[in-house]
């Protein structure tokens, strides 16, 4: 069971490189004519779909031993670490309002996880 919870943690943290690299492939400036062709080459934003692709994989692998009443709201913690990143890496606000969203996503994923 604990190799579940690994895989679904390495699903979440995959997710989250895949989140981050669309976030960099959307960043800069380009063209409006062909602007989504643009991004949509970039490097960044070809390896952050493969992220997500493999994200997929990983989190049906968990769901073999996680009943997924547990592992889709788990996924939730993803939100907590990408909020952060966003405030620290990307300049993104990070007021008094996400932070209560991101304490209460943290209680609600602990309490899910230990009732697993």
Same mark, same amino acid.
């Given at each position: ?5 690994? !895989?679904?943690?390495?699903?979440? !943290? ?6 981050v ?37 990983? /989190? ?15 996924t939730?913690?993803? /939100? ?34 230990? !009732?697993?």
């Open positions: 069971m604990l190799s579940a919870w690994i !895989t679904l943690a390495a699903a979440i !943290t995959t997710s989250l490189v895949g989140q690299l669309l976030k960099a492939g959307a960043s800069g400036s380009v063209a409006a004519e062909t602007g989504f062709f643009d991004q949509l080459f970039r490097w960044q934003t070809i390896i952050g779909l493969g992220a997500y692709g493999g994200a997929a994989l990983l /989190y049906i692998i968990a769901l073999r031993k996680i009943p997924m009443s547990v592992a889709l709201p788990c939730a913690a993803s /939100y907590v670490v990408i909020a952060i990143i966003g405030w620290a890496v990307f300049g993104e606000s990070l007021g008094a309002q996400k932070l209560a969203a991101i304490g209460l996503i943290s209680a609600g994923v602990l309490l899910l996880a230990t !009732t697993a």
